[in-house]
């Protein structure tokens, strides 16, 4: 009897670890109205990157690198030198075997990937004459894809299948009597199989795995190869963990959807076990896929893949070895901007305009932990990284309870209305009868969408406000003053604004403009999970312009002079125009100040459109710059303009160091750069929480960029142009079914003719001792994980270079 309860007791413990594993292989997707950079490998950066390459080609033949041929192209072209490979090649990451010869010859060789580990359903459309009868894995794909779609939406569909009970229960119950399927692939006992199902979750996953004969050992893998093929919808359902993780809860959606794909395996299993059935070919090509698969492949494409990343690191050798420009000690003008790489470029040409600017960069979200509700409305949203949780609220506030109250009321008429009309959309045949029923000035509107010079948005940013309201309205921190004075002095520490302030300083956030592009979350500030940076700015700067703050400061020996004034900006990444916003509610000499500012702001704008216009098909002239302003501002206004800007695109480098180490060093947009002085913090108290927030914010959007370059398929979100929103605002189809895409359109890579982003895992570059960051490394396990397992590089500024911490020591090598 204890024998048997302790081998009950190992077989449940390996079932709940099986199935841990396959619903923890799965990363978060964040909902379009929130869209930020992912890393898709999350769930693996504990584990060496060439390992996690070969354990998910052979089980996802999901690759992490690119086809050899476009490293020959590299290799021919002199983009990768000899030094490149050789370096590469010395790495222990790679087996001895390897020389120059063979590297080479692998561009000879067959470099055909390998495809993911069979299913039952893979084997069973090996039969079929697929010409002319559908494919059980696609067909199963798109049913679990379209209910998942269903039960989901809490956006626009009006009828949700069963959302109470359960993802698992309500496609249990759904399935029983839904004969589509049944009918479609002639499966006609579907449902009655579907009856005889296990009503709990796990306790099915156990019942499948003892019909189809899986030997526990084969659990691990086999539940991941199951739970790869519905990814999509898998890394919604992580992203609902996610939250709830966050507000130390549990949700255990992931699960269910895994027994739903798993479900489905036993619904198209004869249950024929003899020589020659659908199950014993199965069972021969799962073993026959593990033992084909030939390792040197992949590891041709990695050693590529690592000379490519020496070769960049050897060109950011050279840029960070040119000459910088100087400021001066007391600029007249600081300004604050995202570490975003797109700021890169604009604040290189600002300070260009003169010396008397300096800029500094800092996460978008300027240090503020808030959720931000607009007035008149219900939504809720956060500001912040997606690490994170808010812990303080901001609302629009006019200043005055009574106004405030009348603007929420005329807002909510509006929106009532807005919505009314958009629920007439949502109704059958809608299509076809909406321009009829609304007559000939509806079918203007759609003419005015259709013409990009006459189509701005009006108010788009603030919908149901007349224009006259959204100038009333800041958003302000619902906050006593002392959690005012502990934010502001965390958020001026953290850019490094003790010592000097300037008359003016401006928090410069950043957003994106685009028209029907499902994704324009994704260009706007990842640090503020997908939303413009504006909210943050003008909180902040509405905060350390307060008398009682500064007051607060003063106690804690955080000096604000009376000459300085913090105002809040928006940079637009896509026309590169820089705003300023609150500026009436300043003194009259302060708005002169400004005025003439802005003028300095236009001529760094029109500099960077100059740079950036031959990047996006635009011809750049110098004399006539507004005309590339214009068609800049029309582009980002077009509906059909699917390339608006190339976002974080080419993404490469994050530089933690003062600006001085790069003030007028041209990074041509690749480069994060964070402000760090090493000096002012010699405990690395503020170097640990950089390298913990920031630094892992810029790994989960270069590697989000780097997946959706080297495996398109799985972790891009394929033609923009064929793209359906999910539930709202869930995702993207693409076309109208299959699993929910995840990470970026082809448009944002590719420019038709070549790869604009080249996939290169982040180097980062500190400016700080080497004890310092090896002790942040020691104490702190993810940053251990990202840099010891390679899914990012870490060097540190050196007179004759840049050291590069590797195999748990500093390496010096000539990058030259």
């Keep these: 009897m204890t024998a048997q309860l302790r081998d009950e007791h190992d077989f449940t413990a390996l079932l709940h670890s099986a199935i841990s594993s396959a619903c923890n292989s799965i990363a978060p997707n964040w909902p379009l109205d929130r869209m930020i950079a992912v890393n898709p490998y999350w769930s693996w950066v504990d584990k060496p990157f060439n390992q996690v390459a070969h354990h998910l080609a052979k089980l996802a033949g999901s690759p992490l690198a690119m086809p050899l041929a476009y490293y020959r192209q590299l290799w021919e072209s002199g983009a990768i030198s000899a030094q490149d490979l050789t370096h590469a090649l010395a790495s222990p990451c790679f087996a001895q075997e390897w020389n120059r010869e063979r590297a080479l010859a692998a561009f000879h060789g067959n470099d055909e990937f390998s495809s993911p580990a069979p299913l039952l359903c893979d084997t069973l459309d090996g039969q079929r004459n697929l010409l002319k009868e559908p494919a059980w894995c696609d067909t199963v794909t798109h049913q679990i894809a379209q209910f998942c779609a269903a039960y989901f939406d809490q956006d626009q569909a009006d009828w949700h299948p069963h959302s109470d009970i359960g993802l698992y229960q309500s496609w249990r119950e759904t399935l029983r009597h839904d004969h589509s399927v049944a009918l479609l692939m002639k499966a006609p006992h579907i449902p009655a199989l579907a009856n005889q199902m296990a009503q709990d979750a796990q306790q099915q996953i156990r019942q499948a795995l003892t019909q189809l004969n899986i030997a526990p050992e084969q659990w691990h893998d086999y539940l991941q190869a199951v739970m790869y093929r519905v990814s999509g919808w898998g890394a919604w359902c992580a992203y609902l963990k996610w939250q709830a993780n966050l507000s130390q809860q549990e949700d255990n959606t992931l699960v269910d959807l895994l027994a739903i794909r798993l479900s489905w395996e036993c619904l198209v299993d004869d249950k024929a076990r003899h020589s020659g059935s659908v199950w014993q070919r199965w069972q021969q090509q799962w073993q026959q896929h593990f033992q084909q698969y030939d390792p040197h492949k992949s590891e041709a494409r990695l050693i590529w893949q690592r000379a490519h990343e020496l070769s960049y690191q050897r060109q950011l050798c050279q840029q960070l070895a040119l000459p910088v420009t100087k400021v001066s000690s007391q600029p007249s003008v600081q300004a604050a901007f995202c570490i975003d790489v797109r700021s890169e470029v604009i604040r290189r040409h600002l300070e260009a305009q003169s010396d008397q600017i300096a800029t500094l960069s800092f996460a978008g979200f300027f240090g503020l932990l808030i959720s931000y509700a607009p007035l008149g409305t219900q939504i809720k949203r956060p500001q912040l990284p997606g690490l994170l949780a808010p812990s303080v609220a901001v609302c629009d506030s006019s200043g005055c309870a009574e106004q405030d109250a009348k603007i929420a009321k005329q807002r909510e008429q509006a929106l009532e209305r807005e919505t009314g009309w958009s629920m007439f959309h949502r109704m059958p045949a809608s299509t076809f009868t909406l321009v009829e029923a609304l007559g000939l000035g509806y079918v203007g509107k759609l003419v005015k969408r259709a013409l990009p010079l006459t189509a701005k948005r009006k108010n788009a940013a603030m919908p149901g406000l007349s224009l006259a309201n959204t100038k009333q309205l800041r958003p302000t921190l619902l906050a006593d003053t002392e959690q005012q004075v502990t934010l502001a002095e965390s958020a001026l520490k953290g850019m490094g604004l003790t010592e000097y302030l300037a008359p003016i300083v401006l928090l410069v956030g950043h957003g994106s403009e685009t028209a029907n592009n499902p994704q324009r979350a994704g260009l706007d500030c990842g640090a503020c999970c997908g939303q413009t940076g504006e909210v943050n700015a003008r909180a902040l700067a509405q905060i350390l312009n307060q008398q009682a703050v500064r007051e607060g400061l003063s106690q804690r020996g955080v000096l604000i002079p009376d000459s300085t004034h913090f105002v809040a900006a928006l940079h637009n990444t896509t026309t590169e125009a820089l705003r300023l916003f609150d500026i009436d509610s300043l003194y009259e000499p302060t708005r002169k100040q400004l005025s003439d500012l802005q003028a300095t702001l236009d001529a760094a704008s029109n500099s960077a459109r100059a740079e950036r216009a031959p990047q996006i098909g635009l011809e750049a002239d110098s004399n006539q710059p507004s005309k590339v302003a214009k068609e800049m501002e029309r582009r980002s206004v077009d509906w059909a303009q699917t390339r608006p800007e190339w976002g974080l695109a080419n993404n490469a480098a994050f530089i933690i160091a003062p600006r001085e180490r790069t003030r007028g060093i041209p990074l041509h947009g690749r480069t994060f750069l964070h402000e760090y002085c090493s000096e002012a913090d010699p405990d690395a108290t503020l170097l640990a929480q950089i390298m913990t927030a920031p630094m892992v914010v810029t790994n989960w959007i270069n590697m989000q960029y780097y997946a959706s370059t080297v495996d398109p398929r799985r972790y891009g979100s394929g033609n923009k142009t064929l793209h359906n929103v999910v539930g709202g605002r869930l995702g993207v189809f693409e076309g109208n079914g299959g699993d929910l895409r995840i990470g970026l359109s082809i448009?944002?890579?590719?420019?038709?003719?070549?790869?604009?982003?080249?996939?290169?895992?982040?180097?980062?570059?500190?400016?700080?001792?080497?004890?310092?960051?090896?002790?942040?490394?020691?104490?702190?396990?993810?940053?251990?994980?990202?840099?010891?397992?390679?899914?990012?590089?870490?060097?540190?500024?050196?007179?004759?270079?840049?050291?590069?911490?590797?195999?748990?020591r500093w390496q010096r090598r000539s990058l030259n």
């Design 747 to 808: 448009q944002s890579l590719h420019d038709g003719s070549r790869w604009r982003h080249e996939p290169l895992r982040l180097t980062v570059v500190i400016d700080a001792p080497e004890k310092a960051i090896e002790s942040v490394i020691k104490q702190h396990a993810i940053v251990r994980q990202l840099v010891e397992n390679q899914w990012l590089y870490l060097a540190c500024f050196e007179q004759e270079g840049l050291p590069f911490f590797d195999q748990g």
